[in-house]
């Protein structure tokens, strides 16, 4: 085994115990949390390793580092999820190998990926990006729509040809009234979740949490976890 496979191994196993725990405190069953790994900076290889240890999720946030990555990791059988905000100029590029993007968070970028899933023969999940530091009419600092925008854009999701409504993503903010609040953030998020599952019931996941609060998350309920650090270690500075 490579120092890197043991390295990986070893943090895997702590992040599956950390959420195992977090089930059990929570009185859930530990097949109700998935885990995405987020492997942004991280080589193809990497991934390869990851899916050798039982990974089926991972997580990018920008096309130009994904796209070469999912295509030499194409034969790993493995669910991408794009994280990051995106551009519509990028959306021909995403849908190639995304099967799930979890910033969808305005019209105009609900159109451009309903274009290209149909173009490319492919049917795209989505998630609505929540951004729980913006105020009515705003968007995130960090992408997302105010909670009072997530219906309409679910319903623009919902009737959108290529596209399924998946259900809900957000980002514990760093202002407004939940900053330093993860727990409240996500039973936040929680309560939208149902209100999006009145009307559209098929819309069950609930994307929060990463390696600092993926506790919290497992507590409010949410069904996915983005872990990056705590699998891959700290990432290296860019630029």
Not at 89 to 106: E, I
Not at 115 to 130: D, S
Not at 157 to 170: D, E, F, H, Q, Y
Request: charged fraction near 25%; hydrophobic fraction near 45%.
């Amino acid at each position: 085994m490579t120092d890197r496979k043991k390295q990986l191994t070893a943090n895997l196993a702590r992040v599956e115990d950390r959420i195992a725990s977090a089930c059990a405190a929570a009185g859930r069953a530990r097949e109700e949390v998935t885990l995405i790994v987020v492997t942004k900076t991280y080589p193809a290889s990497d991934v390869q390793i990851l899916r050798e240890l039982g990974v089926r999720h991972v997580a990018e946030n920008r096309d130009q580092d994904a796209a070469p990555k999912a295509a030499a990791c194409a034969d790993l059988s493995l669910t991408w999820h794009f994280v990051g905000q995106l551009q519509t100029n990028k959306v021909r590029s995403v849908t190639g190998y995304a099967d799930v993007v979890q910033s969808v968070d305005r019209i105009k970028l609900v159109t451009a990926l309903s274009a290209a899933a149909v173009k490319g023969g492919r049917e795209l999940g989505c998630l609505i990006q929540v951004a729980l530091d913006a105020e009515s009419g705003e968007r995130g600092d960090r992408g997302g729509v105010a909670p009072d925008a997530v219906e309409e854009l679910a319903a623009a999701v919902g009737a959108a040809p290529g596209l399924r409504l998946g259900g809900l993503m957000t980002v514990a903010p760093l202002a407004g009234p939940y900053a330093g609040r993860q727990r409240a953030a996500f039973d936040r998020l929680m309560e939208i979740s149902s209100r999006l599952r009145a009307n559209h019931p098929a819309a069950n996941m609930v994307s929060a949490g990463m390696s600092a609060d993926l506790e919290d998350a497992v507590a409010a309920g949410a069904t996915h976890v983005r872990v990056g650090t705590a699998v891959l270690g700290v990432r290296p500075r860019l630029g």
